[in-house]
C-alpha cells in the first residue's frame, strides 16, 4: 500500500456543514482510494474521518476493499443530485458506495 497524505485547506468557519457517513465496496486496485477522495474533494466535501481495510474475498478468493469515510458537506449542497452524482461515479469505478446521514 503506498500512501501520499496531504493536509487541505480549513473549511471556512462559516460555512455550515451537514454530517454524513460514506461507504464503498469494491475490487482493491492501485489508486481506487486517491479516486474516491479527489470525488469529494472536487465537490468541496471536507473528510472527517477515513477508514480503510484491505480483505480477500471468501467467495472469490478476490482482493477487496472497505472503505468507510464520515464527511462533512456544505449544508447548500443539494443532496440528492450529490447521491446521484457519487452513484455514477462508484459505477464508472464498477464500486459500491452510499451516502447516507451520520445519525451519530
Do not use: W
Not at 3 to 20: A, D, F, T
Amino acid at each position: 500500500v503506498l500512501m501520499h497524505i496531504k493536509r487541505s485547506k480549513p473549511v471556512e468557519s462559516q460555512v455550515q456543514l451537514l454530517p454524513y457517513y460514506v461507504e464503498v465496496l469494491g475490487l482493491d486496485e492501485l489508486g481506487m482510494l486517491h479516486h474516491i477522495c479527489e470525488f469529494f474533494s472536487n465537490e468541496q466535501i471536507s473528510i472527517e474521518n477515513l477508514h480503510v481495510e484491505s480483505y480477500t474475498s471468501s467467495a472469490t478468493n478476490a482482493p477487496m476493499f472497505s472503505l468507510k469515510v464520515s464527511v462533512g458537506i456544505p449544508s447548500m449542497t443539494n443532496i440528492g443530485e450529490l447521491r446521484e452524482r457519487f452513484i455514477l461515479f462508484c459505477e464508472d469505478l464498477n464500486i459500491d458506495g452510499a451516502i447516507e446521514p451520520d445519525k451519530r
